[in-house]
């Protein structure tokens, strides 16, 4: 935001002027950013060591920056500027460990202090988002902070500060900041500390905003009538997989949708950025120790290749989805399926056209934004040739590869797609081409990475050299396979090698150990504990897939539910039994896609059972105001 009575603001990434710490506030002017520098939005993020710190130049990204170069921690992913006054920790980057957070509202007896945060109200200059500048300096009638997106005009020779905001304080002790602009209001200060004297009381939101809603739309016929269209091959596709236009399996829930409150939709947002940055701590934590490693049941020889993609490309994922339980007792985490995640084209496509054609106005639809940001994450990707997409042979797998595709050919991405293996060849130098002699050096896949593990399991028995070497099979007598295109070392996969480790829920003990009580988590252990004993548990195979091999059993031991599947004897994770939400006679579960690293979009399967399987519904999820949804 710039001031209209400012001069010239200085061009977008120009530096204004070093706060304390020798930390740079840079102009956001953004009509003066370089389109060839900044050709999309991935590439508005900035980084420092590799750690996400906001959106180039915001004044959110000027506060995380300046609390991780000076303090070594940074706060959680806020949806809006005035968010920050009410969180209540602070994340060390260097192990994790975390700070306490106070928030006290202007006019508080304990002032502002230096590195503390000033934040404004919506409102004014800071319409919709509100605002966020770091204390620099407290003196006995001003304040003086560093921010960004306000005034993009280089600071006076010798200044150390962006503005100066008065400061009084009244006759009963209260100390009150003023912003200088008429229209904007202070809420007040946040400060890192363990004293909560004098500060704010954080009332947690009502829990009734958190238990999903089924509500239906008028019938009139919708369902009876052709809303999808068969000329896109994508949707043509899903059409023959569903066996018609429809969005659920099951006749009478044909009309029926989910609503989420505004409130559980910013919590399930900012649960899937915090639990994706966990994630990633907890990934690296797990390849600097073998012996964290070895719990993962992945063969030895491929150690180095994960070790390798994981320093090239950690920041290369496209995306994944997380899944969990949201109700009243809050929002948990089931697990991340962080390679060979489904459910997107339903969610980023088919959902949001249900309610075009269904009638339905009931708030947005949370996956309207999930297809321009999987576009924009392909643009960034760094494929500079043919991209080969790897399938079976399977309607699911149809109709989510050809969405896939749309979203890579609308980045500018040259696509062709392989069903199976059978037409795959060698070169004469031993690459592996399709059918048209294309060699394949870039894939994304829809197999999960286990696939080829498999396959690699079976090399170990033979020969643990060659399979070092990549050297598995006879190329004159024998075609090549899946593991022959994904491990070769010239070949680009996504989702890259490493996310082995996020998707394989061995890492959920590792993740519990890190965080232990995190609001997100569920306490989970290699072993079976007497404290899991008394809450209930769920045994979950740590490779499982399509919610295959799981039993569930209650505080008393009873089993509650199990399904069957090919991983029951694979190595077993316990997890505390936190079960769906039942509504309207399902089990619903919620998903939230991230992509590249950030939440992207959102949606509910459901079921009868008390598990979700790769057989179970999906219904429209929409978002709709905090009032409406108390009032419906």
Same mark, same amino acid.
């Given at each position: 935001?710039?001031?209209?009575?400012?001069?010239?603001?200085?061009?977008?990434?120009?530096?204004?002027?070093?706060?304390?710490?020798?930390?740079?506030?840079?102009?956001?002017?953004?009509?003066?950013?370089?389109?060839?520098?900044?050709?999309?939005?991935?590439?508005?993020?900035?980084?420092?060591?590799?750690?996400?710190?906001?959106?180039?130049?915001?004044?959110?990204?000027?506060?995380?920056? #300046?609390?991780?170069?000076?303090?070594?921690?940074?706060?959680?992913?806020?949806?809006?500027?005035?968010?920050?006054?009410?969180?209540?920790?602070?994340?060390?980057?260097?192990?994790?460990?975390?700070?306490?957070?106070?928030?006290?509202?202007?006019?508080?007896?304990?002032?502002?202090?230096?590195?503390?945060?000033? +934040?404004?109200?919506?409102?004014?200059?800071?319409?919709?988002?509100?605002?966020?500048?770091?204390?620099?300096?407290?003196?006995?009638?001003?304040?003086?902070?560093?921010?960004?997106?306000?005034?993009?005009?280089?600071?006076?020779?010798?200044?150390?500060?962006?503005?100066?905001?008065?400061?009084?304080?009244?006759?009963? /002790?209260?100390? #009150?900041?003023?912003?200088?602009?008429?229209?904007?209001?202070?809420?007040?200060?946040?400060?890192?500390?363990?004293?909560?004297?004098?500060?704010?009381?954080?009332?947690?939101?009502? !829990?009734?905003?958190?238990?999903?809603?089924?509500?239906?739309?008028?019938?009139?016929?919708?369902?009876?009538?052709?809303?999808?269209?068969?000329?896109?091959?994508?949707?043509?596709?899903?059409?023959?997989?569903?066996?018609?236009?429809?969005?659920?399996?099951?006749?009478?829930?044909?009309?029926?949708?989910?609503?989420?409150?505004?409130?559980?939709?910013?919590?399930?947002?900012?649960?899937?950025?915090?639990?994706?940055?966990?994630?990633?701590?907890?990934?690296?934590?797990?390849?600097?120790?073998?012996?964290?490693?070895?719990?993962?049941?992945?063969?030895?020889?491929?150690?180095?290749?994960?070790?390798?993609?994981?320093?090239?490309?950690?920041?290369?994922?496209?995306?994944?989805?997380?899944?969990?339980?949201?109700?009243?007792? /809050?929002?948990?985490?089931?697990?991340?399926?962080?390679?060979?995640?489904?459910?997107?084209?339903?969610?980023?496509?088919?959902?949001?056209?249900?309610?075009?054609?269904?009638? =339905? *106005?009931?708030?947005?639809?949370? /996956?309207?934004?999930?297809?321009?940001?999987?576009?924009?994450?392909?643009?960034?990707? &760094?494929?500079?040739?043919? @991209?080969?997409?790897?399938?079976?042979?399977?309607?699911?797998?149809?109709?989510?590869?050809?969405?896939?595709?749309?979203?890579?050919?609308?980045?500018?991405?040259?696509?062709? +797609?392989?069903?199976?293996?059978?037409?795959?060849?060698?070169?004469?130098?031993? &690459?592996? =081409?399709?059918?048209?002699?294309?060699? +394949?050096?870039?894939?994304?896949?829809?197999?999960?990475?286990? *696939?080829?593990?498999?396959?690699?399991?079976?090399?170990?028995?033979?020969?643990? *050299?060659?399979?070092?070497?990549?050297?598995?099979?006879?190329?004159?007598?024998?075609?090549?396979?899946?593991?022959?295109?994904?491990?070769?070392?010239?070949?680009?996969?996504?989702? !890259? @090698?490493?996310?082995?480790?996020?998707?394989?829920?061995?890492?959920?003990?590792?993740?519990?150990?890190?965080?232990?009580?995190?609001?997100?988590? @569920?306490?989970?252990?290699?072993?079976?504990?007497?404290?899991?004993?008394?809450?209930?548990?769920?045994?979950?195979?740590?490779?499982?897939?399509?919610?295959?091999?799981?039993?569930?059993?209650?505080?008393?031991?009873?089993?509650?539910?199990?399904?069957?599947?090919?991983?029951?004897?694979?190595?077993?994770?316990?997890?505390?039994?936190?079960?769906?939400?039942?509504?309207?006679?399902?089990?619903?579960?919620?998903?939230?896609?991230?992509?590249?690293?950030?939440?992207?979009?959102?949606?509910?399967?459901?079921?009868?059972?008390?598990?979700?399987?790769?057989?179970?519904? +999906?219904?429209?999820?929409?978002?709709?105001?905090?009032?409406?949804?108390? *009032?419906?």
């Amino acid at each position: 935001m710039t001031s209209s009575d400012s001069p010239k603001p200085a061009p977008f990434g120009a530096i204004l002027g070093y706060g304390p710490g020798n930390v740079p506030v840079y102009s956001s002017d953004y009509p003066s950013a370089d389109k060839k520098e900044l050709p999309s939005r991935q590439a508005y993020r900035s980084h420092v060591d590799g750690a996400y710190m906001g959106h180039k130049w915001q004044c959110v990204e000027l506060a995380r920056r #300046w609390m991780y170069l000076n303090k070594g921690y940074v706060f959680d992913d806020i949806a809006m500027a005035y968010d920050i006054f009410q969180l209540r920790q602070v994340r060390t980057v260097k192990d994790g460990a975390l700070l306490p957070l106070k928030s006290f509202r202007n006019g508080a007896a304990r002032p502002p202090e230096p590195g503390a945060l000033m +934040i404004w109200e919506e409102g004014g200059e800071f319409d919709v988002t509100g605002h966020v500048a770091v204390v620099t300096e407290v003196l006995p009638d001003r304040v003086r902070c560093i921010e960004q997106n306000v005034e993009d005009r280089v600071w006076p020779e010798g200044q150390n500060w962006s503005r100066e905001l008065p400061l009084r304080r009244d006759e009963i /002790g209260g100390y #009150w900041v003023s912003c200088t602009y008429a229209d904007s209001a202070i809420l007040g200060w946040v400060i890192q500390t363990d004293d909560d004297t004098y500060a704010e009381i954080i009332i947690d939101p009502d !829990p009734a905003l958190f238990a999903l809603q089924m509500r239906e739309v008028p019938a009139s016929g919708q369902a009876d009538r052709a809303w999808l269209d068969e000329k896109k091959d994508d949707q043509a596709a899903y059409i023959e997989m569903m066996g018609g236009c429809r969005l659920t399996r099951e006749e009478a829930d044909q009309y029926k949708y989910f609503r989420i409150s505004e409130t559980a939709y910013r919590e399930i947002r900012r649960a899937s950025n915090e639990l994706h940055r966990m994630f990633m701590h907890a990934t690296n934590l797990v390849l600097e120790d073998d012996r964290l490693l070895s719990r993962f049941n992945i063969p030895p020889a491929l150690w180095p290749r994960i070790h390798q993609s994981w320093n090239n490309r950690r920041n290369q994922m496209i995306t994944g989805r997380f899944d969990f339980a949201v109700s009243e007792r /809050g929002v948990k985490l089931y697990e991340y399926n962080a390679d060979s995640a489904s459910c997107q084209m339903e969610t980023g496509l088919i959902q949001g056209l249900w309610a075009e054609n269904f009638g =339905c *106005t009931d708030g947005w639809c949370p /996956g309207r934004d999930l297809h321009e940001d999987l576009i924009e994450a392909w643009r960034e990707s &760094g494929v500079d040739d043919v @991209l080969h997409i790897m399938q079976d042979h399977d309607l699911e797998e149809n109709y989510h590869a050809l969405y896939m595709k749309s979203a890579m050919e609308s980045a500018g991405i040259r696509c062709k +797609i392989i069903h199976g293996t059978s037409d795959l060849q060698w070169d004469e130098d031993g &690459g592996v =081409c399709d059918a048209d002699g294309i060699r +394949i050096k870039w894939v994304w896949k829809t197999w999960a990475w286990e *696939t080829a593990l498999d396959q690699i399991r079976d090399d170990l028995a033979d020969d643990e *050299t060659d399979l070092r070497l990549h050297r598995t099979i006879d190329r004159a007598t024998q075609k090549p396979r899946i593991v022959d295109v994904l491990l070769r070392e010239e070949v680009m996969v996504f989702e !890259p @090698l490493w996310t082995l480790i996020p998707s394989n829920k061995a890492i959920l003990p590792v993740l519990w150990s890190m965080y232990p009580n995190n609001r997100y988590l @569920l306490n989970t252990q290699y072993d079976l504990t007497e404290e899991l004993r008394q809450t209930g548990y769920v045994v979950k195979p740590i490779v499982g897939r399509c919610g295959e091999n799981i039993t569930l059993y209650n505080r008393r031991q009873d089993l509650i539910g199990e399904t069957a599947g090919q991983f029951d004897s694979r190595d077993q994770i316990h997890q505390e039994l936190f079960r769906l939400p039942n509504i309207g006679g399902h089990n619903v579960q919620v998903g939230t896609f991230s992509v590249a690293g950030a939440y992207s979009g959102a949606c509910v399967r459901v079921d009868p059972s008390l598990i979700i399987t790769t057989d179970s519904d +999906i219904l429209p999820l929409r978002v709709v105001p905090d009032d409406d949804f108390l *009032t419906r």
